[in-house]
């Protein structure tokens, strides 16, 4: 039985690491929630009153975190909306290939403090994640099948979007490929009126979004000149969101469904001044506490611009 004990310690051993590489990590992930006023990158947070207005909800919440996904859950210690993307300034990738490890990249809202956390991937197979989306318990995420060369990489051209070759949308546990296509990416999972149904960007000149229903993911729509689309069920209603280029910056819309065949037109949720913010990017929403919230990232050309309302 002495081999037994071995296995045992050596199981121990490979957890343990795990989970001190996992707390290394959330800890790195804090940093973004730390304010730091050079930072390109910072995500907004937007509150709608009772009037249906939406309006900046104190100072940014996060710097160099993009790629948002979001999604809420609730237990014991109460409701929280969960915001998964990417810190730009420490991509898990590398290191997950290195320690044979996979995790997604969350900021956790509980509607008056954030904090930082990793959640581990189950799945071995799961490579080269982005665009990271929960749905329930599943993982949905972009991959790109073909890995950008090293010569590609050296130049710095190693956005997988923009890469030739076929792009897929995944989901795990167990790792499938739910689409694929040349020009696929930000992959937004729901289900509405009992029905799966998938939107992702469509990257090209002008971009655009498809919409897929069913496990055979039928394309249902072709939405252009929107990308990054988020979606979600409010009050019965199907709301997409999305970014869309309007006086030459990137700002949040709507359109709504009461059935996913028939749509509204485009609505512009907020303007912004062009004196307080360079853009809305990646919008998604949540609900909590019965107020609606949504996060956005901003793209700074100038770093030291204004906060939104101040």
Partial sequence: MWWLVLLWGFFVACTSDTEVLLREQEARLAEVLVADPDARLRMWAFQQDATGRWTPHSNQVAHSFTSLGLHTESDAGGAR???????????????????????????VFDGAEWTARVRQIEDASVQGHSDDQWLGDELWFFHAAVAPSDAVAEAGR??????????????????????????????????????????????GKGGGIYHLKGEQMVLQKDFDGVTVPFATVVDGELWLLAQRLVKGRFQPVVARSKDAVSW???????????????????????????????????????????????
């Fill in 81 to 107: 909306i969960v915001v998964v993307g990417q810190h730009l300034q420490d991509i898990p990738s590398e290191a997950e290939k290195a320690r044979g490890v996979v995790w997604t990249q969350e900021l």
């Fill in 158 to 203: 190693v956005d997988p979007v923009l890469q030739p070759g076929t792009k897929q949308i995944r989901s795990t546990p167990p790792t499938r490929t739910r689409f694929e296509g040349q020009d696929v990416a930000d992959p937004s999972p729901v289900h509405f009126q009992g029905e799966l149904h998938l939107f992702v960007t469509r990257v």
């Fill in 264 to 310: 509204t037109s485009w609505e512009q949720l907020f303007d912004l001044d062009r004196k307080q913010m360079s853009g809305c990017t990646t919008p998604v929403m949540g609900e909590l506490s019965g107020t609606r919230w949504l996060f956005c990232v901003e793209s700074r050309r100038n770093v030291g611009s204004p906060r939104p309302g101040g």
